[in-house]
Structures are given as structure tokens and as C-alpha cells.
């Protein structure tokens, strides 16, 4: 594999993980449990469109077909999103949506944190303008498992169940292939698993904070990357990609 | 199930260094750390502020619509505390 060919999918992963939680996340919109948190969730449905944009526009440019991020971004098969199982789960109550966007958030600001050092000065430079974007998510999403976790029985014992339900899809996180390889030794990224302590840590210091209990389960699931999904990718694709399906390069 | 609602808290946005904080709206919070979040996220989303206080509503003590008269009519009466009688030199703006 050639470091443009790692660098493009590589920066097409982390387009694609925005580009579907931002998907989930607008499902929420006209339909938060109360105004403040409606819009709060737009708007990092809306802050992870605009990661999604700039990193798809960056591998379209690596890749150098002719492609561009809305091609990316519409035009794909379900088969050809390389975006974590975690992403595309679906929302769930409000407590799952949060736990979801806890796990996957602590995972962008210990990876974008990271590659603000990259040696490859366009995904420095998306990294830290979407760190700023990040740590506000992380934060909003751990106080609201803080509070959900010791909140009412109810609320626990909900999202409890939300966070032994998604934990599964967690490790994936951390899958490493030949892209990754090629770019760490071409100086590009860093190995994820430099990131996992510091993860683990964040969770773990939320998790008990909140009264919540991490899941002893030791099954993983894993195939995002490789394009093999869940079953909810395609439904959630079949919506997404609709009006450019139904009304080809269509502008509005 | 009874519903309990969060309480209500008023909103003061800092639009710019300098400036003080004015009152914009009010939202519902679980506390004042989320009241805050909440804040950030319906008033400042389009770069309105650099600095947010949050109060809770119950905390504010009001002044008695029903005392209006006395309270504010006897101001009405009392031009000279407007520094109107004076003449503005030339060259003084922003007076």
C-alpha cells in the first residue's frame, strides 16, 4: 500500500465516523426531551458535518479521482463506509444517544490531540480546529452521564444498560491495519494505541463518577473499517443519500 | 409518575469584553453547570458572547408591578436630574 493510497483511507475513516454519528445526532432535531438539549444536539450533529466536509474534501484531493466530498459523501455503497460500528448505532432514548457520544467523542479528542502534531500539515490543521469542537462534546456528554447515571433509579438503570449494550462496539476504536501501519512509519499518525490508557482513564473516571458499573464482557465486535456493518448502516444510508439517488447532482 | 420540572434559570451574556453582562432569556437546567452548557448552546451559537452567567430564577427578587407608581412617577417630574441643561462643547462625541 502507498502512503497516498493509507492517507486516503485513512482520512476517509475519520471523515466517514463524523459524517455518520452527525447523521444519528440530526435524527434528534425537533425531537431532543427539551429544548436546550434539541439544540445542543444539532448542534454537534452540526459541528461533525463540518469535520466530515473538510476531511472528505481531503481525501477526495488525495485520492485524486475526480471524486468530491459530496461524491463521498452520497454516492457511496454501504460496503465502501469505513466508519466505526459505534457511529452508526442507533439513538436509542436520549441515555444511549449520550453513551454513544461520550465513547465515540473521548475517542476524537485523544486522536485529534494526537494528530495536531502530524507531519502532514492539512490533517494538523482540520485536527485543531476540530479539537476545540471536541473537547465541548466530550464535556457536555460526560455530564449528562454523570448525571443520568446518578440520577433517579430510573435513569440508571437506563443508561446502565445503554453502556453495556454499546460497550461492545468500543475496542473497535482501536483496530489497526496496513493503513495505519503505512502512516506510522511514514510519520504521519500515531498508533492508536498510545491513545488507549488515556481513553480508558477518561471512561473510566466518568463511568464511576456516575455510579455506573463498565461492562465485564470481553466480546468485541468489529468491521466498520473493513466496510462490513451492522444492519442499521443501510437504513440510515437509504435516508442520507436520498435526495441525490433521486435527483442526481442536485444543488440547493 | 409525577413530572418534576427543572427549575428555570435567567441567562446573562457578556457580549464583548468591556461590556457587562445582559440579560437575554431564561431556560430550564438540571443545575448550574448544565444551565451553563444549555446557555452556550441556545444564546452564543452565533458568536454573541465571550462570557455567560446563569442565576436561578427563584433567586431574583423583583420589584412590585403594583408599587410602579411610586416607585418610578416621582423620577417622571424631575427633568434636572438629566444633565440636559448643559451645552456640550464641539469636538465631544458619544455624549
Known sequence: ?252 | MTKKEWPLYEVFIRSKQGLSHKHVGSLRAADETMAVENARDVYTRRSEGVSIWVVESKNIFASDPSEADSLFEPADSKVYRHPTFYDVPDGISHM
Open chain 1, 1 to 252: 500500500m502507498t502512503k497516498e493510497e493509507a492517507l486516503f483511507k485513512y482520512t476517509l475513516r475519520l471523515g466517514d465516523d463524523a459524517l455518520i454519528v452527525s447523521q444519528r445526532l440530526s435524527e434528534w432535531c425537533g425531537h431532543g426531551p427539551i429544548l436546550e438539549e434539541d439544540i445542543a444536539l444539532t448542534n454537534i450533529a452540526l459541528d461533525l458535518v463540518g469535520q466530515a466536509t473538510v476531511l472528505l474534501e481531503y481525501a477526495a484531493k488525495v485520492e485524486g479521482k475526480d471524486r468530491s466530498a459530496d461524491d463521498l459523501a452520497y454516492l457511496r455503497y454501504e460496503r465502501d463506509y469505513t466508519n466505526l460500528l459505534l457511529c452508526e448505532q442507533p439513538n436509542g432514548d436520549f441515555g444511549a444517544t449520550i453513551v454513544r457520544q461520550f465513547l465515540f467523542s473521548a475517542y476524537q479528542q485523544f486522536m485529534y490531540a494526537a494528530l495536531t502534531k502530524s507531519s502532514d500539515e492539512q490533517l494538523a490543521a482540520i485536527a485543531e480546529k476540530s479539537l476545540k469542537e471536541v473537547k465541548y462534546h466530550v464535556k457536555h456528554s460526560a455530564e449528562w452521564v454523570i448525571r443520568l447515571g446518578d440520577g433517579t433509579e430510573e435513569s440508571h438503570q437506563r443508561v446502565q444498560a445503554s453502556l453495556n449494550d454499546l460497550w461492545r462496539f468500543s475496542q473497535e476504536i482501536f483496530f489497526e491495519d496496513e493503513v495505519n501501519q503505512t502512516l506510522i512509519e511514514a510519520g504521519i499518525i500515531t498508533s492508536l494505541e498510545d491513545l488507549r490508557a488515556d481513553w480508558e482513564g477518561l471512561v473510566k473516571r466518568v463511568v464511576e463518577e456516575a455510579t455506573l458499573t463498565l461492562p465485564e464482557t470481553k466480546w468485541q465486535l468489529d468491521g466498520g473499517r473493513k466496510g462490513l456493518h451492522s444492519e442499521h448502516l443501510g437504513y440510515l444510508l437509504a435516508e442520507m443519500q436520498y435526495m441525490q439517488r433521486a435527483y442526481p447532482g442536485m444543488e440547493w
